[in-house]
């Protein structure tokens, strides 16, 4: 599986759409959340296993509905 990561720009709204603070995907890799502030702000990128844990974190964020995609109606 590649490990390539998103355009940070990219990376920040998937965790925005998934309704998530830097704080909250930080705990689900782990990490800081200012690791996540510097990876969205392209000030540095991970490497190693906390890279493949953001790439596989922000994979299934994508593959879910929007925070505020409530469902049918």
């Known amino acids: 599986m590649s490990h390539q990561l998103p355009p940070p720009a990219v990376a920040r709204q998937i965790r925005i759409e998934a309704g998530l603070s830097r704080e909250n995907l930080a705990q689900r890799i782990p990490c800081s959340a200012a690791s996540v502030r510097r990876w969205e702000e392209g000030e540095s990128s991970p490497n190693g296993l906390l890279r493949e844990r953001y790439v596989s974190e922000l994979r299934r964020l ?5 925070a505020w995609w409530g469902g049918p109606a």
């Open 62 to 66: 994508r593959a879910q509905p929007p």
